[in-house]
């Protein structure tokens, strides 16, 4: 029998009302598995705060890790993009004073962080720079007398005053300042950055991950016509999945007719997932499930609109966002949560048969969901339906089959996620164990995606 010793690193949040801000932590678990069921989890480590972190990623291989972080040592509101690796920080390149964009979006709409496959490059959104604002005409007072410096309309003009009476619309609603973001590029070797060329101008670009092979860069790109305002509370705005490569060519991937959400690539690169719904239809909508196959370069129809569910059946996808990691590493199976009546619930689909089953209990409330690809294992943030007023501090972990074990070159176990065909009656009983909001294998950092 193998014994298998997880690390799982959560991300929580706390109101501290004598200082009136939110404290954001992380806390570490380790959970001791065999071949299908979590025995049981050690005492979790102590807290640590995470001070003045936007976003944060993992690289594939788990041994960098990308935080893009706000400091105030060398002025206000200073930006700076680090490199860490298991034995300390490698890299840090200071973002506003390399001036190629403004500040980085973090939010859940736009926001992305996502390293390439060969870990040399960091794509993140952020606000295009501006052009120094146009200066005013002043009027100067003319000299009664006709001396020197009075010219035909006695008016001169100072450089440098804004032009304040110019409008610049932005996404509002909690994307305030958030007017016109751009595509860029972080060379960690050469502590460089560069903007994308090639999206649209009539789109702005968000939820960007990086294309197979490193070619490009897929994103969704919300149309500025009729107005911004307002995308935050409402999903049902135009737009479209993206793919632009490096060279500045750029291709509609969906139709443009849509409101689309969520792109998430599987691990073999063949198939992307997106949520596509109806434009200024319902807010909070069922959505559609759309798999678009890279080789034929086509898209099809994975779960539809369910209108009208009998009691015990699949209520429909109404979550606008998909989990980051919601692949399984074997890309036939995907992660999702969504509302059902009262409750929000945990699902996996099967993307050959289409079949739909259903992880989550009567017993919990599921507030988020998490899958880490490379080990199956499903983490969930649940509250106990019997107990509303406890703390929602408890997660729930899974594991969708066994994992398989194979020698490493340098003589270690790796913990790998090559499953077995799956089983006639389906997937296994899910089992119970606490966890965090991504799990990594031995020696292994998490990867955090903003849900």
């Known amino acids: 029998m193998y014994w298998v010793l997880l690390s799982a690193l959560s991300e929580w949040s706390q109101t501290e009302e004598s200082r009136g801000e939110r404290l954001r932590y992380t806390r570490q678990y380790s959970l001791l598995c065999d071949r299908r069921t979590v025995l049981r989890t050690l005492p979790p480590g102590h807290c640590c705060p995470v001070q ?61 962080l996502a390293w390439s496959s060969c870990e040399s490059r960091v794509l993140y959104v952020a606000e295009r720079r501006r052009a120094k604002a146009e200066s005013l005409p002043v009027l100067q007072p003319t000299p009664a007398n006709g001396s020197e410096g009075a010219g035909p309309s006695g008016m001169e003009e100072q450089a440098g005053r804004e032009d304040r009476s110019v409008y610049r619309e932005d996404w509002g609603e909690g994307l305030t300042s958030k007017s016109l973001p751009v595509l860029c590029v972080a060379d960690v070797h050469k502590g460089s950055v560069s903007v994308l060329q090639g999206v649209p101008e009539q789109v702005s670009p968000g939820q960007a991950l990086w294309a197979p092979g490193d070619s490009g860069v897929v994103f969704v790109g919300w149309w500025h016509e009729p107005f911004r305002l307002g995308l935050r509370f409402c999903s049902n705005r135009r737009s479209a999945v993206f793919c632009v490569d490096l060279e500045g060519n750029c291709e509609c991937l969906s139709s443009d007719s849509s409101a689309v959400s969520s792109p998430r690539l599987s691990p073999d690169g063949r198939s992307l997932v997106y949520l596509q719904g109806r434009v200024f239809g319902p807010h909070a909508q069922c959505l559609q499930l759309q798999l678009f196959d890279w080789q034929i370069r086509r898209s099809s129809l994975l779960l539809d609109v369910v209108s009208r569910p009998t009691p015990g059946q699949f209520a429909g996808v109404y979550d606008p966002l998909l989990p980051r990691r919601c692949w399984a590493e074997d890309s036939r199976r995907l992660v999702f949560s969504s509302p059902s009546r009262s409750r929000k619930e945990v699902f996996v689909v099967e993307v050959g048969s289409q079949r739909v089953t259903r992880l989550s209990d009567s017993q919990c409330l599921f507030f988020g969901v998490q899958c880490h690809i490379q080990l199956q294992c499903i983490v969930c943030r649940v509250r106990k339906c019997l107990s509303p007023v406890s703390p929602p501090r408890r997660l729930r972990v899974w594991l969708l089959e066994a994992p398989v074990h194979r020698e490493r070159p340098d003589g270690g176990q790796l913990l790998l996620a090559q499953l077995p065909p799956l089983p006639e009656g389906g997937l296994p009983a899910a089992c119970g164990g606490g966890g965090g909001r991504g799990l990594v294998g031995p020696g292994r950092s998490p990867a955090r995606a903003r849900p």
């Open 52 to 112: 003045g972190e936007l976003l944060s990623a993992q690289s594939a291989s788990g041994s960098l890790k990308a935080v893009v972080r706000e400091a105030s040592s060398k002025g206000p509101g200073r930006q700076f993009l680090e490199v860490w690796s298991r034995t300390g920080m490698t890299k840090s390149i200071d973002l506003t004073a390399l001036n190629q964009h403004g500040k980085v979006y973090e939010d859940a709409q736009f926001g992305s």
